[in-house]
């Protein structure tokens, strides 16, 4: 065999290798990477209840969630009990953290006619409720029950992501999915530092209604 022949046999074996190579590569950063999931099939959930929400502030206007019993029965029934009662009329987003989620629900002490800077640790009057986790992943528009470091400890309060959060998966309630008005949400005024605190003029909720 003449050298010329041995340079391009050792030649084409290297191409073959290093193609090879890249393709292994390209498979497992395929696998790997973490990929934004696809939204949820909500079309068998035309039944469902719907929460309405009228928000005033920087995100004026109407948000609408589909409630999710299939995955969370009882605290979709805790969310719909409140809002039937008005208890979430005129409570604020008072935890919005940019490029994560918008916080509200504390009926207690989230008030926008005085909270005593308080908001964020009050509940309802009903007892905490026990863990409803899923496989249903936290992304955009994903509406979960918030809770403390107990899993057994969501009461009233609910987030509202704008942006995937999948360090959440299976350690968070999913209760629904934003259906309408989701550039209300991601108007929602932010909060400041790493916790999100809204201390002045937070957005409020002025009504939340539930539609069957």
């Given at each position: ?53 009228s928000i005033a502030g920087q995100g004026q206007g109407t948000v609408v969630i ?57 509940g309802s009057s009903y007892p905490d409720l026990p863990a409803e986790f899923s ?29 995937p959060g999948p360090f959440l998966d299976g350690k968070y309630t999913v209760v ?37």
């Open positions: 065999m003449s050298e010329t022949h041995t340079k391009r046999d050792k030649m084409t074996f290297w191409i073959a290798f290093l193609a090879g190579v890249a393709i292994v590569v390209g498979y497992a950063i395929y696998t790997l990477w973490p990929r934004e999931p696809a939204p949820a099939d909500l079309s068998a959930l035309g039944d469902a209840p719907k929460l309405e929400l589909t409630l999710r019993p299939d995955l969370a029965p009882q605290h979709v029934e805790r969310i719909v009990t409140l809002a039937r009662e008005g208890a979430y009329d005129n409570v604020v987003f008072h935890r919005v953290i940019d490029g994560f989620m918008a916080q509200t629900g504390d009926v207690e002490f989230g008030k926008a006619d005085g909270n005593g800077g308080r908001a964020g640790m009050g496989d249903e992943p936290f992304v955009e528009g994903v509406v979960g029950m918030a809770r403390a470091q107990s899993p057994n400890s969501a009461n009233s309060q609910f987030f509202i992501m704008f942006a629904g999915h934003v259906t309408e008005g989701m550039d209300v949400v991601h108007a929602i005024k932010r909060g400041d530092g790493p916790n999100g605190a809204v201390t002045s003029q937070p957005d409020v909720i002025t009504e939340a209604r539930v539609a069957d």
